[in-house]
Protein backbone atom coordinates (compact mmCIF):
# COMPACT_ATOMS: atom_id res chain seq x y z
CA UNK A 1 0.00 0.00 0.00
CA UNK A 2 0.88 3.66 -0.77
CA UNK A 3 0.14 6.82 1.76
CA UNK A 4 0.14 10.19 0.71
CA UNK A 5 -0.23 13.27 2.87
CA UNK A 6 -0.54 16.60 1.26
CA UNK A 7 0.33 19.85 2.71
CA UNK A 8 1.03 23.61 1.88
CA UNK A 9 -2.42 24.63 0.71
CA UNK A 10 -3.82 27.96 2.61
CA UNK A 11 -5.79 30.99 1.66
CA UNK A 12 -3.71 33.50 -0.82
CA UNK A 13 -4.44 36.50 -3.02
CA UNK A 14 -5.02 36.60 -6.75
CA UNK A 15 -1.81 36.83 -8.18
CA UNK A 16 0.14 35.24 -5.50
CA UNK A 17 1.72 32.14 -5.24
CA UNK A 18 1.69 28.51 -2.53
CA UNK A 19 3.16 25.03 -2.78
CA UNK A 20 1.89 22.34 -2.33
CA UNK A 21 4.11 19.11 -0.96
CA UNK A 22 3.15 15.66 -1.26
CA UNK A 23 4.91 12.93 0.76
CA UNK A 24 4.39 9.22 -0.08
CA UNK A 25 4.74 6.35 2.20
CA UNK A 26 4.53 2.64 2.34
CA UNK A 27 5.70 0.57 -0.77
CA UNK A 28 6.99 3.67 -2.47
CA UNK A 29 9.26 1.70 -4.81
CA UNK A 30 6.16 0.91 -6.99
CA UNK A 31 5.25 4.33 -7.49
CA UNK A 32 5.28 5.42 -11.39
CA UNK A 33 3.56 8.13 -12.36
CA UNK A 34 2.16 10.79 -9.71
CA UNK A 35 -0.24 13.71 -9.66
CA UNK A 36 -1.96 16.72 -8.88
CA UNK A 37 -5.96 16.97 -9.45
CA UNK A 38 -8.10 19.18 -8.05
CA UNK A 39 -11.97 19.53 -7.25
CA UNK A 40 -13.92 22.63 -6.85
CA UNK A 41 -17.44 22.66 -5.67
CA UNK A 42 -20.02 21.16 -7.81
CA UNK A 43 -16.73 20.61 -10.49
CA UNK A 44 -15.90 17.33 -11.68
CA UNK A 45 -12.28 16.47 -10.60
CA UNK A 46 -9.60 17.86 -13.00
CA UNK A 47 -5.76 17.06 -13.77
CA UNK A 48 -3.22 19.52 -12.45
CA UNK A 49 -0.56 18.02 -13.41
CA UNK A 50 1.23 14.95 -13.85
CA UNK A 51 5.01 13.41 -13.60
CA UNK A 52 6.34 10.42 -14.35
CA UNK A 53 9.30 8.17 -12.62
CA UNK A 54 11.24 9.43 -15.51
CA UNK A 55 11.24 13.45 -14.55
CA UNK A 56 8.30 14.00 -18.10
CA UNK A 57 5.49 16.01 -16.85
CA UNK A 58 1.85 16.81 -18.33
CA UNK A 59 0.15 20.12 -17.61
CA UNK A 60 -3.36 20.73 -17.87
CA UNK A 61 -5.05 23.39 -19.88
CA UNK A 62 -5.93 25.78 -16.94
CA UNK A 63 -1.79 25.25 -15.28
CA UNK A 64 -0.10 25.39 -18.14
CA UNK A 65 2.69 28.36 -17.47
CA UNK A 66 2.04 29.28 -14.36
CA UNK A 67 1.81 25.72 -12.41
CA UNK A 68 5.11 23.62 -11.97
CA UNK A 69 5.47 19.85 -10.75
CA UNK A 70 8.62 18.12 -9.68
CA UNK A 71 9.69 15.40 -8.12
CA UNK A 72 12.30 14.48 -5.25
CA UNK A 73 12.37 10.72 -5.34
CA UNK A 74 15.07 10.65 -2.49
CA UNK A 75 12.55 11.97 -0.28
CA UNK A 76 9.49 10.14 -1.80
CA UNK A 77 8.04 13.54 -2.13
CA UNK A 78 6.21 15.58 -5.27
CA UNK A 79 5.66 19.59 -5.55
CA UNK A 80 3.67 21.74 -7.16
CA UNK A 81 4.93 25.58 -7.34
CA UNK A 82 1.74 27.75 -8.55
CA UNK A 83 1.75 31.15 -9.00
CA UNK A 84 -0.42 33.80 -10.71
CA UNK A 85 -2.95 32.44 -8.69
CA UNK A 86 -6.47 32.94 -9.53
CA UNK A 87 -9.77 33.21 -8.24
CA UNK A 88 -10.38 30.00 -10.12
CA UNK A 89 -7.88 28.28 -9.22
CA UNK A 90 -10.30 27.96 -5.72
CA UNK A 91 -10.38 23.90 -4.98
CA UNK A 92 -9.02 20.86 -2.85
CA UNK A 93 -6.08 19.57 -4.51
CA UNK A 94 -5.59 16.04 -4.25
CA UNK A 95 -2.13 14.17 -4.94
CA UNK A 96 -2.39 10.63 -6.73
CA UNK A 97 0.20 8.09 -6.96
CA UNK A 98 0.22 5.15 -9.76
CA UNK A 99 1.83 2.22 -8.55
CA UNK A 100 2.60 -0.72 -10.03
CA UNK A 101 1.05 -4.15 -8.14
CA UNK A 102 2.38 -7.12 -10.08
CA UNK A 103 4.62 -8.43 -12.76
CA UNK A 104 1.90 -8.09 -15.09
CA UNK A 105 1.94 -4.20 -14.91
CA UNK A 106 -1.49 -4.72 -12.90
CA UNK A 107 -1.75 -0.50 -11.81
CA UNK A 108 -3.22 1.07 -8.61
CA UNK A 109 -4.27 4.60 -8.23
CA UNK A 110 -3.93 6.18 -4.17
CA UNK A 111 -5.16 9.28 -3.41
CA UNK A 112 -4.25 11.80 -0.37
CA UNK A 113 -7.18 13.13 2.09
CA UNK A 114 -6.37 16.64 -0.06
CA UNK A 115 -5.56 19.78 1.00
CA UNK A 116 -7.78 23.06 0.77
CA UNK A 117 -6.28 26.49 -1.61
CA UNK A 118 -8.22 29.39 -1.32
CA UNK A 119 -7.47 32.47 -3.73
CA UNK A 120 -9.05 35.76 -2.91
CA UNK A 121 -10.04 38.71 -5.07
Known amino acids: QVQLVESGGGLVQAGGSLRLSCTAS????????MGWYRQAPGKQRELVAQ???????NYGDAAKGRFTISRDNVKNTMYLQMNSLKSEDTAVYYC???????????????WGQGTQVTVSL
Open 96 to 110: NAEAVVNVEGSRVYH
Open 51 to 57: IRNSGST
Open 26 to 33: GRTASIDH
